[in-house]
Nanobody, 117 residues
């Protein structure tokens, strides 16, 4: 019923910028703590950033100072602004929604970000 659809991935040069979007449909957006995770080939899925409905944010050290997570509650959308990406940021980025009451999690299909010259 609830769907998360990511977009905005692609090829970006080191030092450039990219903005990922995740649209949530079929659910009550205010009930979800949103997050971005990433997974590189052969590695586990790691946290990038999270944001509450009230826009309290949390960042992994890997993206601090370079990435910004935000949400537009009127559009049921969460964003990840990626500034100055590095080759090691190359991964499939997944949108995550955690229901703050049930603690159940939902995942998008992922969008591939490739950082290369």
């Amino acid at each position: 019923q609830v769907q998360l659809v990511e977009s905005g991935g692609g090829l970006v040069q080191p030092g450039g910028s990219l903005r990922l979007s995740c649209v949530v449909s079929g659910g009550v957006f205010s009930r979800y703590k949103m997050g971005w995770y990433r997974q590189a080939p052969g590695k586990q899925r790691d946290l990038v950033a999270t944001i509450t409905f009230g826009s309290t944010t949390n960042y992994a050290d890997s993206g601090k100072g370079r990435f910004t997570i935000s949400r537009d509650n009127a559009k049921n959308t969460v964003y990840l602004q990626m500034n100055s990406p590095k080759p090691e940021d190359t991964a499939v980025y997944y949108c995550n929604a955690e229901n703050v009451f049930s603690r159940l999690q939902l995942w998008g299909q992922g969008t591939l970000v490739t950082v290369s010259s």
